[in-house]
């Protein structure tokens, strides 16, 4: 028999971005307040509807430009000033998730060093970045002493799915380079891993690990007051993807 496209039932495709980056040494997450129905008034994750003529990760790289302005780092060019780190986080389509329509949508992670105040668009009124503990939080209170209403649509389990996603992956992987500028000192990375994991790392094992794990750091030769007291040496990323030995995440 024939194929009959009518027997099925349509539905749309979004992308929908956890954005996150170290801003006062925590780990934010960018959210957008939603201008419209449904569930206007919400914060919620930024993201947008797959358009007809592009396919998932141009509409993720599209909507990551428009929301914030960053564009996608290529893993094998040094990192651009405004390049950022994108990866296909996971696909939610419980057909009740957002209540216009079945809509099924592929998240994203993204992950970028401290970002300035974004600017909201679209059809949002307000963007802002936020401690992730904050965006999940339920039943507290959020930092205007407000009650804590939990993010629009399904956006809380996505953000819990990509901060449990950046966590597990700066233990075996370089991608906490990723929260860093093109050049960094070894107690910036630090302070990205401590961000991420929420814990305090002692400062001297942490060195001893990061300068001996093979392919991990490579030297600039230069170095930096910018943290203040006595010069500190800068690194970059370098070729390694993969850690041997990993970066096990403190028990807690």
Known sequence: MPYDPSAFPPFAVTVDLVVLTVRRHSLCALAVRRGEPPFQGRWALPGGFVRADEDLAQAAARELAEETGLSVHDPAAPLEENGAHLEQLASYGDPDRDPRMRVVSVA??????????????????????????????????????????????????????????????????????????????????????????????????????????????????????????????????GGATLLNPPMLRPEA
């Open 108 to 237: 994203h992670l993204a992950l970028a060093p401290d970002l300035p105040a974004p600017r909201a668009g679209g059809d949002a009124e307000n963007a802002r970045w936020a401690p992730v503990e904050e965006l999940l939080e339920q039943g507290g209170r959020g930092r205007d002493g407000e009650p804590a209403v939990p993010l629009a649509f399904d956006h809380a389990q996505i953000l819990a799915d990509g901060v449990e996603r950046a966590r597990s992956k700066i233990e075996y992987s370089s991608l906490a380079t990723a929260f860093c500028p093109p050049e960094f000192t070894v107690g910036e990375l630090r302070r990205v891993y401590e961000a991420v994991w929420g814990v305090a790392l002692d400062p001297r094992n942490f060195h001893r690990k990061v300068t001996g794990t093979p392919g991990f750091l490579v030297p600039t030769g230069g170095t930096t007051t910018r943290q203040g007291g006595r010069p500190a040496q800068l690194f970059r990323a």
